[in-house]
């Protein structure tokens, strides 16, 4: 996280930054920011700015905002502390509500792999997802749909909505297929 952490302290209007490994579940990276006076604070443009420059495995799943840094009794910055703040932040995406059987089960699915409920606009790998996970997902929609979903799909689907929508069309083919014998 060293790495990740002296990038995003390197951004516009950052005074000072820390990205920590939360092991979850979800596992995930966080990163913490402390801004300038008057700094107007921009989850979705530091997320942008931090895909530009790092792998999209290394980039944060949330960064959040902080005044000051909270400290031990020793005087080490309390890694704790900031987990538990990311937590408690009243500022995550609404969560998503699925509404067909498809969207249901892909949301039932997504809860199991990544033990979080899907959230408005939240990719996969936001929501703590990596590669692994990936493919226990791909197994798990070919067991439960009979749909063979290629890896990238699932990182370039970028949330559980559109992978959904992505499953329910694979199935409608093979629907048509199935009707007009072709298969």
Do not use: Y
């Not at 790495?3 to 920590?20: K, Y």
């Not at 959040?64 to 910055?77: D, F, I, M, Q, S």
């Amino acid at each position: 996280c060293e790495e990740i952490t002296r990038i995003l302290a390197s951004l516009p209007g950052i005074e000072d930054a820390v990205a920590l490994a939360d092991p979850g579940p979800p596992a995930r990276i966080l990163g913490f920011v402390r801004q300038g006076a008057g700094a107007h604070f921009d989850e979705k443009g530091l997320l942008s700015k931090l895909e530009d420059v790092l792998p999209l495995a290394m980039t944060p799943n949330r960064i959040l905002p902080v005044a000051e840094w909270p400290v031990t009794n020793n005087g080490k910055l309390d890694r704790t502390a900031l987990i538990a703040l990311a937590e408690r932040d009243s500022r995550q995406p609404a969560l998503w509500t699925p509404t067909s059987a498809t969207e249901k089960a892909v949301a039932t699915l997504w809860h199991d792999l990544l033990g979080a409920d899907p959230r408005l606009g939240r990719s996969f790998l936001r929501d703590g997802g990596d590669s692994l996970i990936a493919l226990r997902l791909v197994e798990k929609v070919d067991v439960v749909f009979g749909v063979r979903l290629a890896l990238r799909t699932v990182f370039f689907e970028a949330n559980a909505a559109d992978l959904s929508a992505h499953i329910q069309s694979q199935t409608a083919n093979a629907s048509e297929l199935m009707e007009e014998g072709e298969i």
